[in-house]
């Protein structure tokens, strides 16, 4: 696998599920349809998780297709299922992040 530096990289993610993380903490799990030179992203059948206090536990909201502007993303990454699809243990490989300081 190649290098693709900056957006480019998102290429290789197109039809992937993803977790997005947002500036704001806000957590988004959804499918990378498409993204433009300044990493602004669409996510199609986007969920919204919310963490209850303890960081332990969650819950999930349907949002739909969400546009995303590039510059609140702070870290991206693929979603593997490590033994099956109805196993709730996932792998988080992380390709892509930013730095805002």
Same mark, same amino acid.
């Given at each position: 696998m190649d290098f693709l530096p900056g957006t480019a990289s $998102?290429?290789?993610? !197109?039809d992937k599920r993803l977790m997005v993380t947002l @500036? +704001?903490? /806000?957590? $988004?799990?959804? &499918? /990378? @349809? *498409?993204? +433009?030179q300044f990493a602004n992203i669409v996510l199609?059948? &986007?969920k919204e998780r919310?963490?209850?206090?303890d960081q332990k *536990?969650?819950?999930? @909201? *349907? !949002?739909?297709?969400? /546009?995303i502007r590039g510059e609140n993303v702070v870290l991206l990454g693929?979603? !593997? *299922?490590l033994i099956s699809f109805q196993t709730p243990f996932f792998i988080f490989?992380?390709?892509?992040s930013f730095s805002f300081e």
């Open positions: $998102l290429v290789e993610e !197109v @500036r +704001d903490g /806000l957590k $988004l799990f959804g &499918t /990378l @349809r *498409s993204f +433009d199609e059948d &986007t919310i963490y209850i206090e *536990s969650y819950g999930e @909201r *349907s !949002v739909g297709i969400r /546009l693929e979603i !593997v *299922s490989f992380i390709f892509f």
